[in-house]
């Protein structure tokens, strides 16, 4: 390991008291009585008590670093294996009030650090770097990027400090100027959404969501918080309330854990067992960025379930439509594996459940901005589900590196697996819209879909710190609009990535305004693409003809504007202008040779040119 890569083997993050091991379970767990019936109430998560004896263990742990490569998933670095030493309680408490940090951080950051002349001696090991005190830092509530103390608003988002979107989403300001005035105003819009509540035979869009998949968090304290927290569903439930939707007009279904016999469905059972187990240990974790502490086995299968009976619901119409509010996601999540935060694979336990309830046809739309592997795994040799996928894939460069655009399905099934890998990041609504246009839904009405399922990730939304695209409400409000008629407007969408809390509310927020039959707002009529997504879009469309003939006569008409598209795109080479003209009798008198050179026929080329 290089040593400018390895982790202190002293950080407080490490450190464990044994004397307090059992307290760990009473404080991962989260006293929902606390709670009443508020949604998006704080839970609280698992953390270090205090020492109640010399002796410490230090435990392995794992550093979580976000964004650190150009997979847009964060990655992990290992920790040495556990050892046991004695340290006394003053070097316990110093140590205790330094971050996890490297080698590398301590050299980056000596300028910003002072000496404590009063423990030279128990820092000597540390010559000649001597103590290192670090400036305090916080975490923002919304993007979870790390401030200096001395900031107020988030330099990465822009948050303040003291955010209000856990308790009403993005309608709470980033800005806390006149915060009196707008908290008081937001407090009457609640009253006024939680007493709005409608009977579910007056509804039609159905709402899945549990507090006891709040529980599934990292139990280990790190350098930075994970991406895939609780605050997500607490963002967007703050968000539904305010807005009075739900609860209000939306009516939520009964919560029920998934069975192991519908599970075998999908995963194998030795997966199926690998996240059960979990339930009986702290924390462990499947893969370094798929975390699980004992609550996230219930939190799975209670999200399997949920899914699975929306799904249910809406193919037989008891419902109109329905969300999906649940996690841990599940796209990612194959066969055999759980992995990208994903433990089952939601959408995919929804489509069989549909199919169980007498649905022939099933579509499934994923514009998370990852591909999803597990999905595409599990129904790529399967003709009565056609997986749709538009995501960042970067030739491979972005996580999890699969659904290049000629991966069609196997066995018999090609065509029936449909990949949009956009080839950069900052794609926004334009682009998403116009492969819509060409490509998703021209398949869609081919295939006639019983019941349209969307893996709704979040995550190419503005300003999202993994997804790094450009995609706004109002764009997902309109791809929400256009798949809403191709099964008859039975649609289920089902929550996946998103790590902006803004984006994620504010974004989930305007697709359940459409499926409340409300107006996505704009109309993309003509969207014009940029060049690299309309090339996205004409290499699907090449592929994808030879299995979708309704497909052949947009990729002739495209191929054209393409080439005119370019052609138009192209900057004129300027002209050099000349500044002699030379007289025409000299092109056949002796200075024909310099006639030649002003006329720019020749070029004189310097020495060493």
Partial sequence: MNIFTQPLNTRHNGFRNTSTESSMDGEAEVNLQKQGNELPSQILNGRHGKS???????????????????????????????????????????????REMTFQDMCNNLDIFEDDDEDDDDDSDWEPLQKLREIMKWFCTNCTMANLDVAVHCDSCGEHRESGILKHGFFAPSFLHKSTLLEAELETRTDKGMVSQVSTSNSSTAIGFDERMLLHSEVEMKSHPHPERPDRLRAIAASLATAGIFPGRCYPIPAREITKEEL?????????????????????????????????????????????????????????????????????????????????NNAAVSAL?????????????????????????????NKSVLYISLHRHEFGRFYPGTGAADEVGTMGAEGYCVNVPWSQSGVGDNDYIFAFKQVVLPIASAFAPDLTIISAGFDAARGDPLGMCDVTPAGYAQMTYLLNIVSGGKLLVILEGGYNLRSISSSATAVIKVLLGESPGCDLDDPLPSRAGMKTVLDVLAIQKNFWPVLESSFSQLQSQYEIYTTQRRKPRKKRGRGVVPPLCWRWSRKRLLYHVLKGQLRVRGKGF
């Fill in 52 to 98: 109640g004896s010399d002796r410490i263990s230090v435990r392995p742990s794992l550093d979580y670093n976000c964004g650190d490569d150009n997979t847009g998933i964060a990655s992990y670095r290992d920790v040495p294996s556990s050892v046991n030493i004695d340290i006394q309680p003053d070097t316990l408490r110093k140590a205790r009030q330094q």
């Fill in 264 to 344: 075998e469905m999908v995963h194998s059972a030795e997966n199926i067992q690998a996240v059960e187990v979990s339930s009986n240990v702290i924390s462990c974790y499947f893969t370094p960025d798929t975390y699980a502490n004992k609550h996230s086995a219930q939190a799975a299968r209670l999200a399997a379930g949920l899914c699975a009976d929306l799904a249910s619901e809406v193919f037989s119409g008891r419902a109109k439509n329905g969300f999906a509010l649940v996690r841990p996601p599940g796209h990612h999540a194959g066969v055999k594996q759980a992995m990208g935060f994903c433990l089952h």
């Fill in 353 to 381: 459940a549909a199919q169980a309830a007498g649905a022939k046809k099933v579509l499934i739309v994923d514009w998370d901005v990852h591909h999803g592997n597990g999905t595409q795994e599990i129904f790529e040799q």
